[in-house]
């Protein structure tokens, strides 16, 4: 099992989901945490972004651990707020050694009526928000020798669907700036890699706009409606995977044992990869 003891790991949306699970892996691990969400929903996004008591329940989780933890309220598309919450975590704990760029949002509708402030919100958190966080974090990495940045992309970063155009391009985009990333840092000591989970069973999925949105023939949809369409997208036969699941990607990139790998993107995604990339 890796060992983050004497680390700092910083995770972006960690108020809950993927985020959560990572972070509390990190702790159990021995690494300190550093929590960074908004905790405020948008009026671009059909679902309920987490709560403050959201990501007090994670810090509980965290410190259940015995390690130490930072909860910090902060919007990743607002550079000043998220250069802030950096700034905060390196006074805490002296310095970031792994950062998770996990905050996203999920907006789907036709072109049209992705103009304006659904496009403003996806691109602001899901693309400009992971690159304000690695911009936040590598100059303090590069300058210690030591990092580890591990952007969230997507299956629909490396594919496409119908009404996806602002979500596709942001998690195409979190594979262009991680790559650049990558090379930028490559004489620091700093990897830069991505993880690309599929469907997973967090808020995201699991509300009642998504069911209604793949269930447009159903009045009330419910999970247990959805769950064949999801399940098309992957390609063994699954129609949800556990955080926990992309969690193991996380930690493997996290691993000082992974220092010559980066600028790689890594699928957990059930095999949908396989239909669209080498
Ligand atoms: N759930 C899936 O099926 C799935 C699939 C592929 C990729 N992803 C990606 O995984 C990441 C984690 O999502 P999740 O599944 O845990 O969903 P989630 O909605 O449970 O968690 C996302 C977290 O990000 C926070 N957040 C949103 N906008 C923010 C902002 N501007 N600033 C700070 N925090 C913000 C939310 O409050 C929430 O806590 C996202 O980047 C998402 O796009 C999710």
């Known amino acids: 099992m890796s060992d983050f003891s004497g680390r700092t790991a910083l995770i972006t949306g960690g108020a809950r989901g993927q985020g959560r699970a ?21 009026a671009a996004v059909p679902y309920p972004l ?3 008591a959201d990501l007090a329940e994670t810090e ?6 015995g390690r130490r933890c930072l909860a910090l309220r902060a919007d990743v598309g607002n550079p000043d707020e998220i250069t802030r919450a950096v700034a905060d975590a390196v006074e805490a704990f002296g310095g970031i050694d792994i ?4 905050a996203g949002v999920s907006v789907t509708a036709p072109l049209g009526e992705l103009v304006g402030e659904k496009w403003d919100e996806v691109i602001a958190t899901n693309l400009t928000g992971v690159f304000h966080t690695i911009a936040a974090v590598s100059g303090g990495m590069a300058e210690r020798g030591y990092g580890r940045i591990i952007a969230v992309s997507s299956m629909m970063g490396r594919s496409a669907a119908p009404g996806m155009a602002a979500y596709s391009a ?11 990333a990558a090379l930028e840092l490559a004489q620091t000591g700093v990897t830069v890699n991505v993880v690309a989970p599929g469907n997973i069973s967090t808020p995201m999925v699991l509300n009642d ?11 009330n949809p419910g999970l247990e409606d959805v769950e064949p369409v999801l399940a098309t997208l992957h390609a063994q036969p699954v129609a949800l995977l556990q955080p926990e699941e992309v969690t ?3 930690l493997f990139f996290a691993d000082e044992g992974s220092n010559h790998i980066t600028g790689t993107v890594l699928p957990i995604d059930a095999g949908a990869a396989a239909r669209v990339s080498a």
């Open 22 to 42: 990572h972070a509390v892996a990190l702790a159990e691990r021995g690494a300190d945490v550093v929590l960074v969400d908004r905790c405020a929903d948008s």
């Open 50 to 52: 987490a709560t403050a």
């Open 60 to 65: 509980a989780l965290v410190t259940a651990t």
């Open 99 to 102: 950062a998770v760029a996990n």
């Open 170 to 180: 942001s998690k195409w985009g979190v594979i262009g700036i991680a790559k650049s």
């Open 209 to 219: 706009a998504l069911y209604s949105l793949m269930r447009p023939d159903l009045e």
């Open 248 to 250: 193991r990607a996380v």
